[in-house]
């Protein structure tokens, strides 16, 4: 579980943002942008960050706060699993990313495949629904849903993205070192389960 510390920050920035967006009272406007600062503190003092940082990353946002979505693409095959080494991080993840606006989770995480690891593929179930805060991953500023979605491979060759320089499949008991911010061991672990037993429903927090 994330620190407490970070919830209520995210939290304060949520209503914060919201009520910037939707308040018309010029004196409620000066109140959210009280707690929006207040919020943008506590990050920046507790989380070890400079604070025009922080503001940087908020100033990006505004409407009504919401939960970010970010896809990751299951691939079997011969009973291992794709994984695709990031450059950034050179740690291993499943391939995917955020949402894009106008395409669907599933057009998203076929798009991310091709991109990162070569393969066309066609999205086919939905394993997992998670909650990023209830999972282990490090401290984030935001708030994420992570959509797991088993992908059938259709045809390509394993070829190396933009973002990624290694695309391999890796067996149960051979997991390299994985990129914590994207995935987790007890996740990875978890999708092998479906391929044992494909009948199983989703998992969703």
């Known amino acids: 579980?994330?620190?407490?510390?970070?919830?209520?920050?995210?939290?304060?920035?949520?209503?914060?943002?919201?009520?910037?967006?939707?308040?018309?009272?010029?004196?409620?406007q000066e109140r959210y942008k009280e707690l929006l600062d207040l919020s943008t503190d506590i990050l920046a003092t507790y989380g070890d960050v400079d604070t025009e940082i922080v503001k940087t990353l908020f100033a990006r946002e505004s409407g009504y706060q919401t939960p970010k979505v970010d896809v990751r693409g299951v691939v079997f095959q011969h009973e291992k699993i794709l994984l695709v080494r990031e450059k950034a991080e050179q740690k291993w993840s499943l391939p995917g990313g955020f949402c894009d606006v106008g395409?669907?989770?599933?057009?998203?995480?076929?798009?991310?495949?091709?991109?990162?690891?070569g393969f066309r593929t066609k999205a086919s179930k939905l394993l997992a629904l998670y909650d990023m805060q209830k999972h282990g991953h490090p401290p984030?500023?935001?708030?994420?849903?992570?959509?797991f979605l088993q992908c059938d491979i259709i045809n390509g060759i394993a070829t190396k993205g933009l973002e990624t320089d290694q695309v391999m499949f890796f067996s149960k008991n051979e997991l390299p070192e994985l990129s914590a911010n994207r995935n987790t061991e007890e996740q990875i672990l978890s999708m092998f389960s479906f391929m044992n037993e494909p009948s199983q429903p989703p998992y969703f927090d």
Do not use: C, T
């Open 1 to 28: 579980m994330e620190p407490r510390w970070l919830l209520w920050a995210k939290q304060i920035q949520g209503i914060a943002q919201s009520g910037r967006a939707f308040s018309k009272d010029p004196f409620d």
């Open 103 to 117: 395409l669907s989770a599933k057009e998203n995480v076929e798009k991310e495949i091709v991109e990162e690891a």
């Open 140 to 147: 984030q500023p935001f708030h994420y849903y992570k959509v």
